[in-house]
Every structure is written in structure tokens, then in C-alpha cells.
């Protein structure tokens, strides 16, 4: 089993990064999918969360307008995308992709099964 994110990086604040997860090992078409983020002496917390189908999306309050969540079920590798605009030095963290197995969507970390090691993003002002 594996997740493995890419595309994380430095950039400016305001601009745009499009963060990959390539899932593969499990029929991950059957699960829901998520991001997560932890900034130097915080706690992980939730970022954005999609549905099995990709029909249903969920955001934290201080992405919510500038991220996107996708995903593309079609390959036997499930890949999931976070495209992230209008970046604010406060976006700055460690950002991990999960899997949370026959769950619609979820914001609880404890009920993701499945996490990547995680891509670096800093945006500088």
C-alpha cells in the first residue's frame, strides 16, 4: 500500500501549487480521500476531504475558496489533487494525503486508514 505525494515546494504568497497523491496498492476507488497539514509545533489538522465517487467535497474554514479538491478514479493508481491559489505564508506546512477505507468523508485524522509521508510547502511574504 501507498501513497505518495508530490509537488509541494517555495513559493511566493499569492501564488498557486498543485499538490499530487498517488494511491496504489488497495482498490482506493473505495475510499475517501483527504488532506492534512502540520506547520512546525502545531498539531496535524484537516485541510479538504472528497468522496469516494468525488461527489462530495469538504474544506476547512481558512482554505475554504482558494483550495480544490479532485480526484481521478479512472487508472488502477487512484490519484488525488489539491490545487491551492492565492497561497499565505500561513499555508506553510507539511502536507500529507490520506485514505479513509468505506467512509464517505471525513475531517477526524483517527479515521483516515492509510497516509503518505507527506510534501513540503512554504510560501514566503
Known amino acids: 500500500v501507498q501513497l505518495v505525494e508530490s509537488g509541494g515546494g517555495l513559493v511566493q504568497a499569492g501564488d498557486s501549487l498543485r499538490l499530487s497523491c498517488a494511491a496504489s496498492?488497495?482498490?482506493?476507488?473505495?475510499?475517501?480521500m483527504g488532506w492534512f497539514r502540520q506547520a512546525p509545533g502545531r498539531d496535524r489538522e484537516f485541510v479538504a476531504s472528497i468522496s469516494r465517487s468525488g461527489n462530495s467535497t469538504l474544506y476547512a474554514e481558512p482554505v475554504k475558496g482558494r483550495f480544490t479538491i479532485s480526484r481521478d478514479n479512472a487508472k488502477n493508481t487512484v490519484y488525488g489533487y489539491l490545487q491551492m491559489n492565492s497561497l499565505k505564508p500561513e499555508d506553510t506546512a507539511v502536507y500529507y494525503c490520506a485514505a479513509a477505507e468505506g467512509r464517505r468523508i471525513t475531517i477526524a485524522p483517527i479515521e483516515y486508514d492509510y497516509w503518505g509521508q507527506g510534501t513540503q510547502v512554504t510560501v514566503s511574504s
Open positions: 496498492g488497495r482498490t482506493f476507488s473505495l475510499y475517501a
